[in-house]
């Protein structure tokens, strides 16, 4: 299976860190990866992206163009990159952050209020590890025992502190069940 | 064999680097490459090593010609305009036969450019990297893992001929990460000797002499002449390139570095398609491999080089094939990155028997 993610917010959202999880996952499970961070300008107005494949064959770009799966933390990242997703592609949006809807009728769309919840659970700042556990869960392009061992390999050893609570943020993504607040909107 | 980690392509090589055996590190931080010296400043202190951020990049290549004719293994890192500062340097390391390793990690030109990716110092790099009658090696790493094994090639074959090495990546490679198997440090006691270092010796021997002046003409041509016997070994000996579905193929595109990454998927979705594509990848830009390009010629109905750049190893395309076959281009430059998509609709055209000289300026002054 092959899935290119294209993760985009704004600076300090740990937008990096959520496609360095992603990527770890990709190295446990033996796939070929790629993570590419945006490093130009736009890097420098605030916003970050990260574009990272995973594939069973050698990556060609890193540079995704066409995402199988784009997680937005703000709205200028979902404006940007809504309409380069595949059809039937998985749109992952914090709606605490970007209270958007929808605006194609050919994607597999989710809104997690993932701000909302870290904080609400005591987990400030980790609304980006809830997301990436709703993608795993909506793609399935691992496992969540994987991404646990990626967290054990991703968060630095002085801050160990660090690797409960973001295990607690990846399960609240993924258990996650989606409240339907734009389907009034859409239908 | 130690397990594979995940790095950023400007840490794998700066890491592969000091496992090779290098110690010695002078430089000045520019963007795409910044992260190379970052490492190497945290790193190598720890390893008994030096790291020095110069006062500019005309200074670090002086120090880096200092430490190469002390008999260091040592390197420096730049991006495209430092890589201009560098040159002067460069060519007095060359005129005077020190090996040292030069990374340039490419972003767009000419002037300070942008930071995007780039392959426009080509023709710097395999035709002028410096004044005079002289060249260097260039490597083209296309991989994470190759940032990281070119490191250790370099300072063997810089070591092997005398002569700086360059490695020529660009941003993607510098700034994407990978998995990549890091080599096994390297005991410096197995590092070659290098009796014609500058290293004190009270006496004991003769005196090295590392010099680039020869005021007598003759002895400058008898010099030049000297390395050239080299240089044709460097041409018999390194020519380096990957084939990838070249056996049958009648459409060969030709690229290096990370275009040659998007080339092999285009070569992979065109095949898919029936059409008999495949992918020569340049791994050593000088010396240019050109018997990997003619050994493909006899099933070959035309060439398709592809570059971030307007079109400079095409020349060396064009040279190796000796007009036997159509050599057709299609290129972005500027930092924007061609898509395998892109790079099919080409395939698609040749296979159609039409001929391409692509760049993006001329359909938008259609």
């Known amino acids: 299976m092959e899935m290119n993610i294209m993760l985009a917010g704004f600076g300090g959202q740990g937008i990096l860190f959520a496609g360095k999880l992603i990527a770890y996952a990709g190295l446990l499970d033996g796939r070929e990866l790629s993570w590419l961070p945006s490093y130009g300008p736009e890097m420098r107005g605030g916003t970050a992206n990260c574009s990272v494949c995973l594939s069973d064959e050698p990556i060609g770009s890193p540079l995704v163009t066409a995402p199988d799966a784009l997680l937005a933390m703000n709205v200028p990242s979902f404006d940007r990159f809504i309409n380069d997703v595949v059809p039937s592609g998985v749109v992952i949006v914090d709606k605490t952050m970007a209270n958007v809807c929808p605006t194609r009728a050919d994607i597999r769309f989710c809104g997690v209020p993932a701000t909302q919840l870290a904080e609400e659970n005591g987990l400030k700042g980790l609304a980006n590890v809830i997301l990436v556990g709703t993608l795993l869960k909506m793609t399935g392009f691992s496992t969540i025992e994987t991404l646990n061992a990626a967290i054990d390999k991703s968060v630095p050893p002085r801050k160990q502190e660090l690797v409960a609570s973001n295990k607690k943020a990846l399960a609240i993504g993924f258990d996650f069940v989606p409240a339907d607040d734009c389907l009034a909107t859409s239908a | ?366």
């Not at chain 2, 004044?131 to 810089?158: C, K, R, Y």
């Not at chain 2, 059409?275 to 340049?282: D, K, N, S, T």
């Not at chain 2, 395998?340 to 296979?351: G, I, Q, S, T, W």
């Open chain 2, 1 to 366: 064999m130690s397990e594979k980690v995940l790095m950023k392509g400007n840490e794998a090589l700066a890491e592969a680097a000091i496992r090779a055996g290098c110690r010695h590190f002078f430089g000045y931080p520019i963007t795409p490459q910044t992260e190379l010296a970052a490492y190497m400043a945290k790193r190598l202190p720890r390893e008994g090593g030096l790291y020095l951020q110069a006062e500019s990049e005309v200074a670090a290549i002086n120090m880096v010609y200092g430490a190469a004719a002390a008999g260091a293994r040592v390197m420096t890192s730049s991006s495209s305009p430092g890589i201009s500062l560098k040159q002067e340097g460069i060519s007095y390391m060359i005129g005077a036969d020190l090996p040292a390793l030069i990374v340039n990690v490419q972003r767009g030109g000419p002037g300070l450019g942008g930071i995007q990716p780039s392959q426009a110092d080509y023709w710097q790099a395999t035709r002028a990297v410096g004044h005079g009658d002289g060249h260097i090696i260039v490597l083209a790493p296309a991989t994470v893992q190759e940032m990281a094994d070119m490191a250790a090639l370099a300072f063997e074959l810089g070591d092997a001929y005398r002569t700086p090495v360059m490695i020529l990546a660009d941003g993607l490679l510098g700034q994407m990460m990978e998995p990549v198997v890091l080599p096994e440090p390297l005991n410096s006691a197995d590092l070659p000797a290098k009796p014609w270092a500058l290293t004190g010796h009270g006496n004991a021997r003769e005196h090295n002499v590392v010099n680039s002046l020869f005021l007598v003409a003759q002895e400058l041509e008898d010099s030049i002449l000297e390395r050239w016997q080299r240089y044709r070994a460097i041409q018999e000996k390194e020519q380096r390139a990957e084939k990838y579905l070249t056996e049958d193929a009648e459409y060969v595109i030709v690229a290096y570095g990370a275009v040659a990454r998007i080339a092999r998927s285009a070569c992979n979705l065109a095949r898919a398609e029936g059409i008999r594509a495949g992918l020569i990848r340049p791994i050593s830009l000088w010396p240019y491999p050109v018997a990997a390009l003619q050994e493909t010629v006899a099933n070959a109905k035309a060439y398709l080089v592809s570059e971030f750049s307007m079109g400079q190893m095409v020349d060396d395309v064009r040279l190796a094939l000796a007009g036997s076959r159509p050599v057709n281009f299609f290129s972005h430059t500027g930092g924007i990155v061609q898509t395998p998509d892109e790079l099919l609709v080409a395939l698609r055209r040749l296979a159609a028997g039409e001929s391409i000289d692509l760049v993006p300026y001329q359909s938008r002054l259609a």
